[in-house]
């Protein structure tokens, strides 16, 4: 009879969620692409992470000249950089943009 395989690092998979095409950058930057107004909450959980993690995300796409945010009230709201290459050296040739208009199927939203 042969054992189950131990899950990496001590947790299982989500049935139908072992992996996706894009990265955890990847979908938060769709969603502010989507709306520029998005409340954090909102991208942690439509990402499946915690809000830290989508804070650190943001940091990283901002110093990558990716997102910038600008305070409104209690409210922030974001703007994209879409005209920036993609990071990876396969991908170097395109820009966010046609990444974003890919998924989206559109232009991202212009926002700030």
């Known amino acids: 009879m042969r054992r ?6 001590g947790r299982a998979a989500p049935a139908g969620r072992a992996w996706t095409f894009l990265s955890n950058h990847g979908h938060v930057l ?5 709306d520029p107004e998005v ?3 909102d991208v942690a959980v439509a990402v499946g992470i915690t809000e830290r993690a989508v804070l650190k995300i943001l940091a990283d796409l901002a110093a990558a000249g990716i997102v910038e945010r600008r305070r409104e009230g209690r ?6 950089n879409a005209d920036q290459p993609l990071r990876h050296p396969l991908e170097a040739h ?4 046609a ?3 890919m998924v989206l199927g559109r232009a991202p ?3 700030c």
């Open 94 to 97: 395109r820009s966010v943009a």
């Open 39 to 41: 409340r954090l909450r």
């Open 4 to 9: 189950a395989r131990p899950a990496a690092r």
């Open 99 to 101: 990444l974003l208009a």
């Open 30 to 34: 769709v969603c502010i692409a989507s």
């Open 75 to 80: 409210r922030n709201r974001y703007r994209l």
């Open 109 to 111: 939203k212009r926002a």
